[in-house]
């Protein structure tokens, strides 16, 4: 039911028609076309326009939401938007709340998934529904459709309804407002997009001018800086007041090109990496259910940090660590949510590599992932050249993604079985390892409890001395710096100061012990390829046909039964953000998710791998860059309108890092700032 109801509010919102199944009274089905008019949230009902797919004809009907099998989307339609009910909903939400769960998050959601399918470059495509339409009869921006263009639309537009988790290319009826005739082809600069009035059996223009800043012309990627002058990029953010003066820029900087400007109706395609729907639904799902701490946080609804009273033994691949970075791995073992900023060369990669080495330890499974593959690479090629004294250790760690890096896992996975079948595992010697870990561990927490302490304290210090800058009232800097001051300066002293080296002889002295046990207990893991239930997974990796055995193991991994019993075996997986999603239904599989250069991810996407962790460790540098996104600032603009989104989501603006920092009030940020790359000559 979920499901539906926010299809309702996206298409009340939105402006939308939607295709449902309708139980009726006599418990038949039938299928439906309706334009929401009005909600009636006592009854659950709707007040809608509706159409009958099959007989084409309308009718004003009650719709009760409670007998709506399914209701999807109809894109590329229009329905007249009910600004009062909009804002009654907005107003009241407790009035609707039996429907629409929390609105806010619907927003949200809506918001996100509109500015991931316009993050791409359009192009010119050939659509099957432009051969129905004479491209020249448009009538002050609409175009009347007779009974044969009706059908086929509907007949088009509902094929598309029921294939809206498999579509991975938008298609958009538009009219031309001014295109420039290249060599290569038309870029089409400006454009409006045209809507399926179903009411009125006409295709509408949109009110609003879209820009193209890039444009694919015959599978080159074009801008407009090609043809219009730097100086004069201001003229695009005010274009239906500036039209002829930027046909005259064009021309003028670029003579062997012509504008057109005639109102043809043309077809644009929106190649999208991937769709969001499902993967959103899963996360309102799970937040009706309260079952992830980490999508809570996100909607900025953490209102304190859970308490975990369990400590895990941390397990380091090497001592090149200090005191934070000890602290930042122990706080992503510990709490659901942990943020780990430094600037580059200060140990990010490092402290991942010895969270998944201590996550591993401790029967963990992880999740890393990134925006690209250069940052996971850098990371699963340390985990493939670690020896146990002439012999490189098995660690269960996979590389996912596209189909190049799912290709070279295949053979991986052959060879690493191959490598490990015939090792004897002594399980009491690796217990007894684990046992001397947790001993010490329990002297390391006290340890960083104390550095965690003096942080605070620091900082508390430092906002009482700014205080005290800013302020000069008498009274006020008396009770600040006469008790406040003096309890933290005193507190402060009494604790003195962490050092690394107290808190590394905590840590085991006997490398070579851990890599012993590290080596039996990957090869453990290996070794469950040859259990009966994987002889799937070995079908699928004898195929011959590269092809075919693309195919079937990115099915093996979709579905949840397969995915787990993976898992035993990698514990570890390592793939892009959006690659996250061929891993089984979107739900929780693993206990972390580590997302690497979270500053440099944009915040849409990278829900795909959250969802799928209960814990979270955020890694990057605020100050870095923000993503980079194709998005147009001022499609931005009217999304967020639209949606009254708050700044903290903004597509453009923000990562997925500042989001979550910006909402979640409770978690720790773990400061890493010893610099390892700058040494003294």
Known sequence: MNNICKNIFKAVHEGKWLSIEYRNKNNETTKYWIGIKNIDPIRKMLLVEGLHIFKYTLRRMNIFIDSIKKAEIIDGSYCEINETLIEDIRLNPGKYSNIFHNTVNFKILNYLSDCNKLDTTPYKCDYSLIKYFDRDCLISGSYKLSDSQFREIVRNFQKEATNIYGKNKIEQLCVNVLSINTKQGLYVLAYKKLYFDVENRELKASDRTTISMEFTVDGTKQSIRQFLDDEDYYLLDDFENNQEIIKDRITLSNPKVSVDDMPYIIAMGYDILINLEKEYEAIVEMYREESSIPIKAFFGELVKRPSRRKEYPLALLNKKVNIDQLLAINNAMKYPLAYVQGPPGTGKTNTIINTITTAFFNDRTVLLTSFNNHPIDSVFDEFQNIKYRDKVIPFPIIRLGNNEKVAESLDYIIDIYERTKNIDIYDKTLEKNKGDKIERTKKLTELLKKHERIIDLKERKETIEKLLDTYDQFTFQADLQGRQLYQLEKELKSLGEVTDEEALKYLSDDEEEFLKYLYYTSAKHIKRLGEPKYKDLWNI?????????????????????????????????????????????????????????????????????????????????????????????????????????????????????????????????????????????
Do not use: W
């Not at 089984?584 to 996407?605: H, L, R, W």
């Open 541 to 681: 990796l004898n195929l011959e046909d590269m092809k075919l055995r693309l195919k079937e193991f990115n099915k093996y991994l979709s579905k949840e039964e397969n995915l787990r019993n993976f898992l035993r075996v990698f514990p570890i997986c390592a793939t892009t953000n959006i690659s996250a999603h061929k891993l089984g239904e979107p739900k929780q599989y693993f206990d972390m998710v580590i997302m690497d250069e979270a500053s440099q991810c944009n915040t849409a996407v990278s829900l795909v791998p959250i969802l799928r962790g209960r814990n979270l460790m955020l890694v990057g540098d605020p100050q870095q860059l923000n993503p980079v996104v194709l998005l147009n600032p001022r499609d931005n603009n009217i999304l967020k309108q639209k949606y009254s989104v708050a700044d903290e989501y903004d597509y453009i603006e923000n990562s997925i890092y500042k989001t979550f920092l910006a909402c979640d009030a409770v978690s720790d940020e773990i400061l890493l700032s010893y610099h390892y790359r700058c040494h003294e000559k």
